[in-house]
């Protein structure tokens, strides 16, 4: 089997940063895959299951409630490889198109408080396994390291 495209990034040259994974057709439209990439692969510890699915839980939250891109987002969860997610949307973006709207994502996450929504045994396959304290750890992080001065470097993906 041929090998997937997103197996040819060079991930030891890989910085933490808001990429433009792949361009999919379907049918006339466009749907843009982001690799929202928060910790550096095989060089910093990857994120732990309980915050990713914390992330996972309030990042959809915000993203399927947005007033102007909610009809756009078609997904978002993590890498199998815990050092980000994926970011599904319709339409035709480049990833300095949507930094005001990952870093309304991560802002919402760093500054919340409260039951993490769909934390109920009725609504999720999991609901225990949560770490809202490290997920907003892992948003503020995000945001001072990446989103608040993100350079060229962190937003197309190496050569
Ligand atoms: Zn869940």
Redesign the pocket.
């Known amino acids: 089997m041929e090998k997937i495209t997103s197996f040819t990034i060079d991930h030891l040259k890989l910085l933490p940063g808001l990429y433009v994974s792949r361009k999919d057709h379907a049918g006339d439209s466009v749907i843009t895959t982001f690799d929202i990439r928060m910790t550096r692969p095989n060089y910093e510890p990857v994120m732990n299951t309980a915050e990713i699915?914390t992330i996972?839980?309030l990042g959809a939250t915000y993203l399927r409630n947005h007033p102007t891109m909610k009809d756009h987002v078609l997904y978002f969860g993590p890498m199998g490889c815990r050092t980000g997610f994926y970011l599904l949307l319709a339409g035709d973006y480049e990833s300095k198109d949507i930094i005001p709207l990952v870093k309304g994502m991560f802002t919402f996450i760093r500054d919340f408080e409260g039951e993490v929504p769909?934390?109920a045994a009725k609504d999720?396959?999991?609901?225990l396994d949560m770490n809202l304290n490290m997920a907003k750890y892992l948003a503020k992080k995000y945001v001072d390291e990446v989103l608040d001065h993100i350079s060229e470097e962190r937003l197309v993906y190496p050569e």
């Open positions: 699915h996972e839980h769909g934390a999720c396959g999991n609901y």
